[in-house]
C-alpha cells in the first residue's frame, strides 16, 4: 500500500528564507507524486506533479521539487519565502493504476516578517 | 471558467439525520472524486467516479455512505444514520479523467458537523 509521510506538522520561517518541506513515500511500485496547497478557506490547489518524466519538477509560485527514488523522498523547496506563501501544504501519492490520491497529514507554514 | 462547487458550504444535523452534499463538477471533466478530511489530517479517498459509474469505492468506510452521479455530471454523496464521527469537510474533486495522472482540481469542500 501507498503511504506519505510528512515531518513537520507546523514549520516556521522568515520572510526571505529558504523553504523546505519533507515528504517521504513509500510504494511497492513506482509512484506518482503531488504537492497540494491548501489556503484557508479555501480549495487545495496544486503546486506540481511528478509523472515519471524529469526528475526535477517545477511549480508555480516558485516552488520546485526533486524526486529521489533511492531516498524515497519528494521534498517541496522554494529560495525565498514570501509572507503570501502562509498556507498548509499536502504531499500525496498514487501508485500506477490507481486514481486514489493518499496524502500526508500536511505541513503548515508560517512565514515571519 | 468556473471551478468545482460544493454546496452547502456548511451543514449542522443531528445525530442519525440523513445529509446530501452536492458536488458540481468542472464542465466536461468525466472523472469525480470525493474525499474526507478530518481535523489536522490529510484528505482521504472515499470514491471515485468515471462518467456515470462508480469505478472504485473502496474508501466508503460503510454502508451508510453512498454517492450517485445519475447523469454523468453532478455528483451527490448521501450519508444515512449521521454519527458524531461523520463530522469532517467533504472534499470533492474533479478531473479530465482520461489519465491517472490527470490533474485533481478540488472545491472548497462541505463542512459537516454532526451534533
Known amino acids: 500500500a501507498q503511504s506519505v509521510t510528512q515531518l513537520g506538522s507546523h514549520v516556521s520561517v522568515s520572510e526571505g528564507a529558504l523553504v523546505l518541506l519533507r515528504c517521504n513515500y513509500s510504494?511497492?511500485?513506482?509512484?506518482?507524486l503531488f504537492w497540494y496547497v491548501q489556503y484557508p478557506n479555501q480549495g487545495l490547489q496544486l503546486l506540481l506533479k511528478y509523472t515519471s518524466a524529469a526528475t526535477l519538477v517545477k511549480g508555480i509560485n516558485g516552488f520546485e521539487a526533486e524526486f529521489k527514488k533511492s531516498e524515497t523522498s519528494f521534498h517541496l523547496t522554494k529560495p525565498s519565502a514570501h509572507m503570501s506563501d502562509a498556507a498548509e501544504y499536502f504531499c500525496?501519492?498514487?501508485?500506477?493504476?490507481?486514481?486514489?490520491?493518499?496524502f500526508g497529514k500536511g505541513t503548515k507554514l508560517s512565514v515571519i516578517p | 471558467g468556473a471551478g468545482v462547487s460544493q454546496t452547502p458550504s456548511n451543514k449542522v444535523t443531528e445525530k442519525g439525520k440523513y445529509v446530501e452534499l452536492r458536488c458540481d463538477p468542472i464542465s466536461g471533466h468525466t472523472a469525480l472524486y470525493w474525499y474526507r478530511q478530518s481535523l489536522g489530517q490529510g484528505p482521504e479517498f472515499l470514491i471515485y467516479?468515471?462518467?456515470?459509474?462508480?469505478?472504485?469505492d473502496s474508501g466508503l468506510p460503510n454502508d451508510r455512505f453512498f454517492a450517485v452521479r445519475p447523469e454523468g455530471s453532478v455528483s451527490t454523496l448521501k450519508i444515512q444514520r449521521t454519527e458524531r464521527g461523520d463530522s469532517a469537510v467533504y472534499l470533492c474533486?474533479?478531473?479530465?479523467?482520461?489519465?491517472?495522472?490527470?490533474?485533481?482540481?478540488f472545491g472548497p469542500g462541505t463542512r459537516l458537523t454532526v451534533l
Open positions: 500525496a501519492v498514487n501508485r500506477a493504476g490507481s486514481y486514489q490520491l493518499t
Open positions: 467516479f468515471q462518467g456515470t459509474g462508480a469505478a472504485d
Open positions: 510504494s511497492s511500485v513506482p509512484p506518482y
Open positions: 474533486a474533479s478531473s479530465l479523467g482520461g489519465s491517472i495522472t490527470d490533474t485533481q482540481y
